[in-house]
């Protein structure tokens, strides 16, 4: 299996941001992230997403320089317009700006409207767990429908998905789940090789629940399920409304204005421990959780109970000892873009 130093993909990936004229921190910023994501096991949102970005810089489609607008500020609550800049890099940005607030305010909420996509919602949370506060990231993109409310047949919403971090006394606890099974990345990674969902995460277009991914990109187009499926959807229904209430409706960046470009509308909201019971008791707790759950007697066919974020913080350390193993195709698919601009392809180990 072929393997990469984690670092010399960061150089890599944002030396081609950079060729391809992002300005300041940005092209360090998304590269970081997108190998965040790889590390951690996020394969469909990490580097595989980079080809595709970079298309939308040569487009225009993403800006590749300048700042968010500020549009409104309460001190603990903020509203910026991201004028379609890389959502990764803003992502990053309003979660530093958010905990630096929360640390006066107790609690700071960042609305973000017209960004571009913000990818793997997992790679950003230890921004803030590290520092020792808590974390919620809630996005969608008001110009893609792929998901159908439960027991509708026609879509209404993105996968939708929604994060928490929340430190403890080791290991962060680090949740990561969208509002539909699966995500459209994943259902078109599948398609492209031939292959089927693990369980009937989608429906047809005549509302039968199917493997087959398919029905997202064949007429008539069927949708995904939300989470619980066609049991018990209305939990990922739910939750649904939830993420493109906060993300969508503060931010006033929604599906009545039909957008028609890929991003997002973003909420991400920190809290500050030592604002309310402190620190300790805040970890002593979320410690006990833990403990409780990893004592809890796994089922048959489980080795262990796992926390969010467990394996993926595994996965994390040993490709930082061992190098990482990309997903098949990434590096073939940024060949095309390093001989564009220029960019060594990294070295394998």
């Not at 700006?97 to 996509?117: I, K, M």
């Not at 262990?304 to 993926?312: C, M």
Request: glycine residues 10%.
């Amino acid at each position: 299996m072929t393997r990469y130093r984690p670092a010399d993909l960061v150089d890599f990936t944002a030396a081609l941001f950079a060729a391809a004229g992002m300005d300041g921190d940005k092209p360090a910023t998304v590269a970081e992230l997108l190998v965040e994501a790889d590390l951690m096991g996020h394969d469909t949102h990490g580097l595989n997403l980079a080809p595709n970005y970079l298309r939308e810089l040569e487009n225009g489609e993403m800006r590749a320089t300048g700042d968010p607008e500020v549009l409104s500020d309460h001190k603990a609550a903020l509203l910026w317009d991201a004028r379609r800049l890389s959502g990764v890099w803003i992502t990053a940005r309003a979660i530093d700006e958010a905990c630096n607030r929360a640390s006066d305010y107790g609690v700071a909420t960042v609305s973000v409207r017209e960004s571009h996509h913000i990818a793997c919602l997992a790679a950003y949370l230890t921004r803030a767990t590290n520092r020792g506060q808590v974390v919620l990231i809630a996005c969608s993109d008001p110009a893609v429908a792929t998901v159908a409310p439960h027991g509708g047949l026609d879509p209404v919403f993105t996968p939708d998905p929604f994060a928490a971090g929340f430190p403890t006394e080791g290991d962060p606890i680090l949740i990561d789940m969208s509002s539909s099974i699966t995500t459209n990345g994943m259902a078109g990674r599948l398609r492209g090789g031939g292959e089927h969902f693990p369980g009937k995460w989608a429906q047809d277009h005549a509302g039968n629940a199917t493997n087959d991914p398919r029905i997202l990109f064949d007429e008539p187009k069927g949708t995904l399920l939300p989470t619980g499926g066609h049991d018990h959807g209305h939990k990922g229904y739910g939750m649904a409304l939830i993420v493109e209430s906060l993300s969508q409706g503060l931010s006033g960046d929604g599906r009545s204005s039909k957008p028609s470009f890929w991003g997002a509308a973003i909420f991400i909201q920190v809290f500050e421990p030592d604002a309310f019971a402190g620190r300790v008791a805040f970890n002593r707790e979320t410690s006990e959780l833990v403990s409780l759950c990893h004592g809890s007697r796994p089922a048959v066919g489980i080795e262990k109970v796992r926390l969010p974020g467990e394996r993926a913080l595994a996965r994390k350390r040993d490709a930082m000892r061992n190098g990482l193993a990309l997903y098949p195709g990434i590096v073939d698919r940024l060949e095309p873009w390093a001989e564009k601009y220029g960019v060594p392809l990294p070295q394998t180990l």
